[in-house]
Structure formats: C-alpha cells, structure tokens
C-alpha cells in the first residue's frame, strides 16, 4: 500500500497524504521554514500563537503572509501556557484570528525546564475545549491510561511525547507508545523527542500515525536538508510498518533454501 494513496492520515474528517507535521518555532526567518515546509511535503503546520505573529501584531509581518492558510493546514497550539485556563483562552483568541478554525494543538505544560505535560491541567483544557466546539490534537505524556482518557473526552489525536521537548533523544520508551497504539481508537502522533530521521522511522515503524517535529529541523545544520530526510524516514517507516518486519530469531537463518541442494 503507498503511503501517498489509500493510506492516508485522517484527522478530524479531513485526509492528508503526509503523516509528517512540522512546527515554526527556532528557523531563522518564514522564508526559511517556507523552505523546509515545501521540501518535506508536510500539509500541517503547528504554530505557538504566543510566540508567532498570525496577525495579532498588526505591525510586525504575518506567517501567514508567507505560507498559505490556503494551501496548508496552520495548526495553532497553546505552547507556552502553564494552565487550563491560558490555554483555553489562546485557543479562542486563535479561533478567532483564522476566521473560526477549530482544530487546535493543546498542550500545557508543567514546568519551564522539563517542559513534560501537566496531565491534570491538559484533561481539564481538553475537556473544556471538546465542550466549546474545538477539534483537539493533545499533547501528553507516554502513560497509556492518560492518552486513552484523552479519546474518550473527545479529542481528535493524542500526541505522546517520545522524549522531552527539543531533547532530540529519540523515543525513550517504545514500549509505552506499543500500548497507547494497542488501544487507540484516533490517531497517535509522536510529538517531540526527535533528533534525527532514524528516530522518526522508529516512530513509524511502531504504528505511529504521525510525528510532529520542530527543533529536528530548524536547529540542522541545513534545516531544508533535514526536512527532506525527514519526509523520507516517514515514509520509509510508515511503508516498514505496513510491510511487516521479519521475526527476531536468536540463531542465524540461512538466507537460502537447503532442503533439495545437492553436493
């Protein structure tokens, strides 16, 4: 199955044949996430509306007047907000700077150096959010538990963390993302952790259906470089996945056949 037919990422009713998202936070200029934008194919771009002008400063430029809302999905997110309730009122000041657009990224976050998720506030935004009419994509921590509690309040997708944020680590704990996967009924998209294009294929290769990355690329020696290793790990390992691996084996297996050889 290609990865760029059938097999496509739905989030919220709406297809996409990337399961790459990118973020447009650290790049030196718009032009340069543009750049890394259109060289890695991704159709979502998540955008911190507390750091990210989208109009909200009316005398500074606008992303928005460099890449398109027409041509790609913007995804704000509420990175930044420390409760429930600022990250609720971004969603809504978001809301209503892109005309009434309801798929929101949450994610409130329990302190400034670890910048791991508070579990607590995030059940409380989501709920408040998925009440209030917003499509959520929610940002938590790899305990299955919490990102099957997050589905049943509503949301769209649950983003586990795969390291912490702009760690470049990789995925710490794949066991923990094996059960989250194991009872999803929504997309599960790997959200921060990622350092290279090796930790996005892993991320695939698990049955992940996405990885959202930021400072991967921007923070590459060549970040337009990196964006398009990036959309090839993704694709390499979504197609791995659907592939199926072969079976660990704790002896050597002969590559060919020796039943009916002769000597």
Sequence with gaps: MSPNSADNLVIAGKSYTS???????KYKDFQENLAALENCNAEIITVAIRRVN????????????????????????????????DAVRTCRMARELLDGHKLVKLEVLGDQKTLYPNVTETLLAAETLVNDDFEVMVYTS???????????????????????????????????????????GVPIIVDAGVGTASDAS????LGCDGVLMN????????PVLMA????????????????????????????????????
């Design 19 to 25: 399961r790459l998202i990118i973020g447009s936070g």
């Design 54 to 85: 989208l109009g909200q400063n009316a005398d500074e430029p606008s992303l928005l007047e460099v890449i398109s809302p027409q041509k790609y999905t913007i995804l704000p997110n509420t990175a930044g907000c420390y409760t429930a309730d």
């Design 142 to 184: 790899d305990d299955p538990l919490i990102a099957k509690r997050l589905e049943e309040i509503g949301c769209v997708a649950v983003m586990p963390l795969g390291a912490p944020i702009g760690s470049g680590l990789g995925i710490r704990n794949p066991h923990n993302i094996r059960l989250i996967l194991e009872n999803a």
């Design 202 to 205: 892993i991320a695939m290769e």
């Design 215 to 222: 400072t991967a690329i921007a923070e590459a020696r060549d």
């Design 228 to 263: 398009s290793a990036m959309k090839k790990a993704v694709e390499s390992g979504r197609e791995a996945f659907l592939a199926g691996r072969m079976p660990r084996r704790l002896y050597a297996s002969a590559s060919s056949p020796v039943d009916g050889t002769f000597f």
